[in-house]
């Protein structure tokens, strides 16, 4: 199954994200099909940015977002 999930980054202590779309089977900071958004929670308000046409046409492709991205999506205002 493919999906959208949170790819860590960022140094120890302070995290930032990447929203990739990848296989269900990969490691999560591991291989991934596309990466279609950023997420940091370090800064006030936290910033979400997704690249909305890409985000639209994978939802629409059957790519099953998890529990926090969907949050995200909501919050972007996509989902």
Known sequence: MVKMRLRRMGQ???PFYR??????RSPR???FIAEIGT??????????KFDEEVTKQWLANGAQPT???AKLLKA???Q
Not at 19 to 24: G, H, M, N, T, Y
Not at 40 to 45: A, F, I, Q, S
């Open 39 to 48: 997420y940091d929670p370090n800064v006030e308000p936290s910033a979400i």
């Open 29 to 31: 900071d591991g291989r």
């Open 67 to 69: 529990e926090t991205v």
């Open 12 to 14: 120890k202590k302070a």
């Open 76 to 78: 972007a205002g996509i």
């Open 19 to 24: 929203i990739v779309v990848s296989d269900s």
